[in-house]
């Protein structure tokens, strides 16, 4: 299984950018997906989630109404739209995967615990 996250880079407060993450090795509609964050000197955090479907999807109250996440199950990959971007999103940002057979409910979806498969992480900085 692998799971590769692509599209961080350099970007000015108050734009945008797109995270993507291609996955192989497993059978993508069957897994819920998530991407997390993780700081300099922070813990791993949530920051948004989407079942198998697409048909619901979960987010973390700092990135609600500026972040989206959707799925393209027919091309085996997950994105992040990341709008009105903040110094406070910068971090390495993972996707990563869990059955979807293993769903107890949206908490479940926010613990990194609960994930089995990662991607490696791509680089957001926000900065001016």
């Known amino acids: 299984v692998q799971l590769q996250a692509f599209g961080g880079g350099l970007v000015q407060p108050g734009n945008s950018l797109r995270l993507s993450c291609a996955a192989s090795g497993l059978t993508f509609g069957s897994y819920d997906m998530g991407w997390f964050r993780q700081a300099p000197g922070k813990e791993r955090e949530f920051v948004a989630a989407i079942r198998w479907s697409g048909g619901s999807t979960y987010y973390a109250d700092s990135v609600k109404g500026r972040f989206t996440i959707s799925r393209d199950n027919a091309k085996n990959t997950l994105y992040l739209q990341m709008n009105s971007l903040k110094p406070e999103d910068t971090a390495v940002y993972y996707c990563?995967?869990?059955?979807?057979?293993?769903?107890?409910?949206?908490?479940?979806?926010?613990?990194?615990?609960?994930?089995?498969?990662w991607g490696q992480g791509t680089l957001v900085t926000v900065s001016s």
């Open positions: 990563a995967g869990t059955p979807a057979t293993r769903y107890s409910g949206s908490r479940y979806l926010a613990r990194p615990d609960q994930y089995d498969y």
